[in-house]
């Protein structure tokens, strides 16, 4: 580096004392969740009676 260059990113150290003597402005719980809507979860059995189908699967055969 030249000594013509500086640090981009250097900060002076009275600035950064500034920057953290106040607190961020509070965020309400409301702003902070989201809704998302949700859709029926769907029969697993899909409407068969799986004990009867057992029985006759695996009883006579």
Not at 8 to 26: G, H, N, T
């Amino acid at each position: 580096m030249d000594a013509t260059e500086e640090e981009p990113d250097a900060i002076e150290p009275a600035a950064d004392s500034q920057r953290f003597k106040r607190l961020p402005e509070r965020v309400r719980v409301e702003d902070t969740t989201e809704s998302k809507d949700t859709n029926v979860a769907r029969d697993p059995e899909g409407g068969r009676d799986t004990d009867r189908d057992f029985m006759i699967r695996y009883s006579g055969g």
